[in-house]
């Protein structure tokens, strides 16, 4: 199996919607080479959204407003993060959403950013276990056996669990080349479907 370098990311967020004003408050990644993972080559940042972090966004990711008052803004750490990605293929549980965001913040951003190409663990998920009901990053962790984090729902724990889904999908779905990957979990054939 030959695959390119992967950046696993999440971002935790001030809510669900970001056309409706919802912002980033921190993103996270690391990078797969070799299909190996690599905890020490990790991307991880709080960003200040501009704006009150809402009581529901904080009961799920514990981030409170003093926290971020003081973190640089998008406009700085999305160009940093996309760096740290520069030559890898971008992999997100629901995808979808976090590259929702990663669009809509770009837009905060000088000049033109073009987001690498993304994976979606939810959706080869779907596709590898149709017959499971739930696909969330807890169902398909307790599905192979991998250890919750104990700061579950910020960005890097997030991110080191679904970098862990990610390689054991690939070796379960017997899946040999990118090509295959990008079929079973590409968000690009999902926007198709929905035009």
């Known amino acids: 199996m ?18 409706r004003g919802d912002r980033i408050i921190e993103i996270a990644g690391l990078r797969i080479e070799n299909g190996i993972i690599d905890e020490k080559n990790i991307f991880t940042e709080l960003v200040n959204p501009e704006r009150e972090i809402p009581w529901e966004a904080k009961k799920v990711n514990k981030i409170e407003d003093e926290e971020v008052k003081n973190a640089p803004t998008i406009d700085q750490v999305l160009p940093r993060f996309l760096e740290f990605a520069k030559g890898s293929i971008l992999v997100a549980q629901n995808a979808q959403f976090d590259m929702g965001f990663l669009n809509e913040e770009k837009k905060l951003c000088w000049g033109y950013i073009e987001l690498p190409e993304c994976i979606c663990t939810m959706r080869l998920s779907r596709t590898l276990y149709p017959q499971d009901f739930r696909h969330n990053l807890d169902a398909i962790a307790t599905r192979f056996g991998l250890e919750m984090p104990q700061n579950r729902h910020r960005a890097l724990p997030d991110v080191i669990l679904t970098a862990q889904a990610l390689l054991k999908m690939i070796k379960e779905g017997n899946i040999e080349n990118m090509d295959i990957l990008r079929d079973k979990a590409g968000i690009g054939l999902i926007k198709q479907l929905r035009s």
């Open 2 to 19: 030959i695959f390119p370098t992967f950046t696993v990311f999440d971002t935790e967020t001030t809510g669900l919607n970001p056309q």
